[in-house]
């Protein structure tokens, strides 16, 4: 069974940082497989935050995040990570990693494998 699992969430200061790592197991990033994190207000529906190709580094970002947000991983750990920085009261969210064969990089349909989600928080 493919597991992702997601940590490095909490609760910041709008202007803090935070570093959210998803952790694969019974599956590799080596095959240039697309991993993506999105993030989810309970009502609403859940919105791509950003993506990367493993195998060629390929990176993808949702408007919002451009410039504060940046997405990486490392092959040998299988883990992917998303460094948020200069964060805003609106990034508050449940942020869910996931993984897939590639396709439409914000769209959660093209995405097979999704982890439990972290809670991020940002208060004013």
């Known amino acids: 069974q493919v597991q992702l699992v997601e940590s490095g969430g909490g609760s910041v200061q709008a202007g803090g940082s935070l570093r959210l790592s998803c952790a694969a197991s019974?599956?590799?990033?080596?095959?240039?497989?697309?991993m993506g994190w999105f993030r989810q207000v309970s009502g609403k529906e859940r919105e791509g935050v950003a993506a990367i190709y493993t195998g060629v580094g390929s990176t993808f970002y949702a408007d919002s995040v451009k410039g504060r947000f940046t997405i990486s991983r490392d092959s040998a750990k299988n883990t992917v990570y998303l460094q948020m920085n200069s964060l805003k009261p609106e990034d508050t969210a449940m942020y869910y990693c996931a993984a897939g064969r590639g396709g439409a990089w914000y769209w959660a349909h093209d995405y097979n494998y999704w982890g439990q989600g972290t809670q991020v928080t940002v208060s004013s």
């Open positions: 019974g599956y590799t990033y080596g095959s240039n497989r697309l």
